[in-house]
Each structure stands twice: as structure tokens, then as C-alpha cells.
């Protein structure tokens, strides 16, 4: 039997109220109620995670998928989710899990020892284990714990994440992750009010402070017309991650039509227009969601092709150690690459969360 566990950042108010400290949202939650992110309960002035342990979903997944694409290049990683997120996308491909109440029946409950005994058992090369789909850090008590797990153990753990978190608990939290890809919504605080229900401000400490802490960071940003892809928008989220460290990959990522939003798909010509924008000033910039191109990895010096990709999967790679095989130009990885390892499994688990 899992525990509810006990929140670890809140405080007590008077008349049995709570307010939560885990997210910008600090929600002010009364007794029997949750909290805006659906698992963080009341129970008589305590607040606790509901869902500790509960796992509503799985897959055994390409680290490419999540998406990594500097970090153990074509391995796979054992990924999972509970439910809640503390924004409100109105584009969410996996809303079912992040915004919807219910059961998390989809998979048995797992303690963090069994959790990194399941992903021992689902196949190699697994490096580790990936929270994602729905947002990891609303779960911040059982990620925690087997995120320290993992660590004792050798493995690593990553984070799929809207990076809307305070903080303390980031700083809590990061010595046992080892990779994470921070999802921005948007360049603009207004959009952020507006379609997600958040802000911006927190989300860029979140990735500077992770950055400061060493942690691996790749971005992604969901290009959607006349949303949030004009060139300026663009051009200011740039400039912004070059002047942090032009090395950190970003995934310029194609929308298709999802949850409330119906707006058309992303025109492969505005996801080129952005890729040539942001590789006057970043090093490693990938189309994501076309299957037809953008996926490798170039040489920022020579702009040879040192690792080659299908979909989610290595097939190819022209590096000696972690140089460029024709300029030498050292190429930023975590781990090696394992071109064309695994490409038997069968692919599972969802869309990551956008």
C-alpha cells in the first residue's frame, strides 16, 4: 500500500487553510480541497500529494523522444507519469492526464525501489528513468525520492518539464537530476497569462538556475501561428538562450491542432525561417514534430552531420569520441552515442507534453 505522503513546501494558514509552496501559483487551498495542479490536497490544515507513486502512464522510450538529442544520443529511457499540471495549455496533447481528473489505473503503483526495478526489467540500453507527459513537477515528493533512488543506484533521471516551479524545491531537487527539457510556451508574458495560465519570468529562472547547477538543459518551443511564432518573438527567445550559453540545444517544434485549439498546423516555412534565425547565434537547433528533416546533429564549426537520425532513432554517427570527425570541433554530449541500438523495441508510452 503506497502512502499519501506529506507536502514538503507549504505553510499553514489560519481557519485550517494551506498555502503551497511549490509553484509561482502558490495556491491558498481550503480543507478537502486541491490545489489548481489537482494533486496537492487539504486534509485538515496538511497538505499532502495525493498521487505519490501513482503512475497513470509508461512507455519505454528513444531519449530522443522526450526530446534529447545531447544526452546518451539513441539509447532509451524507462518514462512515466502521474496526473495534474499547474498550467492550463489550451493546445496540451496529453490533457487527459494533465488536466482531466481520475483514476491513475493504467499501470500498477510503484514505491521508487520498485520503480527502478521495473525499468531494469523493460530492456536495454535503458539509461535511466524520465518523468514527463504530464507535468513531473507537481509529483515533486515521489520524483524526489526516486530520483535519489536512481542516483545510489547508476542511473540517471530526467525531467520533462514546464519549468513553472519556485525556487527552494528546484534547488531541492537538482542534484539528482541529471538532464532536463524545459518546454517555453511562449516569449511574451501576455501569452503566458492568456494561454496557459502562467508566466514567463519563472519559467527562464527555472533554466538558469539549472544551467548554474550543471544540469544537462535542452529547450523546446511549440511554434504556433500567430501565436507565438513572429520573427521578433523569435528572435528575443534567442538572443536570451545565446546570451546564457549559445551550446544549449533547442527544438523549434511544429503544432498540430489539440485540446481547445484548433488554429491549423505549423507551416514547415515558418519552422525553417526560425532554424535560420536561431542558428546565426546557437550552436544546436532541430525541427521537431516534421519526421522529414531537421533532426541531426550539425557541426557548429564545419556543419558536417556527426549524428544522423531517423524519427526518434540514431542511425548514424561521425564523431571519434565526442569530435567531429572531419574538423575535430568538440561536439556537446552527455554519455556516447548508440547509433542504431534498440531500434528493434517497440516504440510505447505518449506524446511528450507540449
Not at 526530446?67 to 532509451?76: E, I, N
Not at 481528473?101 to 514505491?111: C, E, I, K, L, Y
Not at 511554434?223 to 534567442?238: H, Q, R, T
Request: aromatic residues 8%; glycine residues 8%.
Amino acid at each position: 500500500m503506497l502512502p499519501v505522503k506529506e507536502a514538503r513546501f507549504y505553510e499553514r494558514l489560519p481557519r485550517g487553510l494551506v498555502r503551497c509552496r511549490l509553484c509561482p501559483r502558490q495556491c491558498r487551498i481550503r480543507p478537502g480541497e486541491t490545489g489548481w495542479c489537482k494533486v496537492r490536497r487539504n486534509d485538515a490544515g496538511q497538505l499532502w500529494l495525493s498521487s505519490y507513486g501513482r503512475v497513470a502512464a509508461e512507455g519505454m522510450d528513444p531519449v530522443e523522444k522526450k526530446p534529447l538529442y545531447h544526452f546518451y544520443p539513441g539509447s532509451w529511457i524507462y518514462s512515466l507519469s502521474a496526473r495534474g499540471c499547474n498550467l492550463r495549455c489550451r493546445w496540451c496533447q496529453n490533457w487527459r492526464l494533465s488536466q482531466e481528473d481520475g483514476p491513475s489505473v493504467a499501470v500498477p503503483p510503484a514505491t521508487p525501489v520498485e520503480l527502478v526495478a521495473r525499468s531494469r526489467r523493460r530492456g536495454a540500453p535503458c539509461v535511466g528513468l524520465a518523468f514527463t507527459y504530464s507535468e513531473p513537477l507537481v509529483w515533486y515528493e515521489y520524483v524526489y525520492d526516486a530520483a535519489r533512488l536512481a542516483r545510489e543506484r547508476g542511473y540517471a533521471s530526467v525531467l520533462v518539464t514546464n519549468g513553472y516551479v519556485q525556487e527552494e524545491p528546484l534547488r531541492d531537487l537538482l542534484p539528482y537530476v541529471n538532464a532536463m527539457n524545459v518546454d517555453v510556451k511562449s516569449w511574451r508574458e501576455a501569452s503566458y497569462r492568456r494561454w496557459c495560465g502562467g508566466q514567463l519570468a519563472p519559467v527562464l529562472r527555472t533554466v538558469e538556475i539549472a544551467a548554474e547547477a550543471g544540469c544537462h538543459i535542452e529547450l523546446t518551443y511549440l511554434m504556433i501561428p500567430d501565436l507565438n511564432d513572429s520573427a521578433g518573438e523569435v528572435d528575443d527567445m534567442v538572443k536570451w538562450v545565446a546570451g546564457l550559453d549559445r551550446g544549449i540545444p533547442l527544438h523549434l517544434t511544429r503544432y498540430f491542432p489539440a485540446h481547445k485549439l484548433d488554429t491549423p498546423p505549423t507551416p514547415i516555412s515558418t519552422l525553417r525561417r526560425a532554424a535560420e534565425q536561431a542558428r546565426g547565434r546557437l550552436d544546436y537547433v532541430y525541427l521537431g514534430n516534421t519526421w522529414e528533416e531537421g533532426s541531426d546533429t550539425l557541426c557548429p564549426q564545419c556543419g558536417t552531420p556527426v549524428i544522423l537520425r531517423e524519427g526518434h532513432h540514431v542511425t548514424g554517427c561521425r564523431l571519434r569520441g565526442h569530435q567531429c570527425a572531419t574538423c575535430d570541433r568538440e561536439i556537446r554530449l552527455v554519455g556516447q552515442v548508440l547509433a542504431g541500438e534498440g531500434a528493434g523495441m517497440r516504440r510505447e508510452g505518449l506524446d511528450e507534453q507540449a
